[in-house]
């Protein structure tokens, strides 16, 4: 059975960095894609970014100077940097896992941007 944890929220001030883990278990492939989506209160969740097994990243084109996605394989986990925070960057961020057809989340991890 595959698990999908996320860790790293908090409460931040705007221009502070957070770094966000996803930390995945169980029997997986060689290759699959990993991504990070956030919902704000009040939207529909979006994709922030995503990055293979390979290290190919991709990114929405509006976050791609602030956010920064990188995996460490020895860990089975993929992390997201966030930097210069801004308060419309609160949401609850998901990790999802994309093994050939299937598709699997974590909880989530909220994160809000508050002075």
């Known amino acids: 059975q595959v698990q999908v944890v996320e860790s790293g929220g908090g409460l931040a001030q705007p221009g502070e960095s957070l770094r966000l883990s996803c930390t995945v278990s169980?029997?997986?492939?060689?290759?699959?894609?990993t991504g990070w989506y956030r919902q704000a209160p009040g939207k529909e969740r979006e994709l922030v970014s995503t990055i293979t097994q390979r290290h190919t990243a991709n990114y929405t084109s509006t976050l791609t100077h602030r956010y920064t996605i990188g995996r460490d394989p020895a860990k089975n986990t993929v992390y997201l940097y966030m930097d210069n925070l801004k308060p419309e960057d609160t949401a609850v961020y998901y990790c999802n896992v994309k093994p050939a057809t299937q598709s699997y989340w974590g909880p989530g991890t909220q994160v809000t941007v508050s002075s």
């Open positions: 169980g029997n997986m492939p060689s290759d699959f894609l």
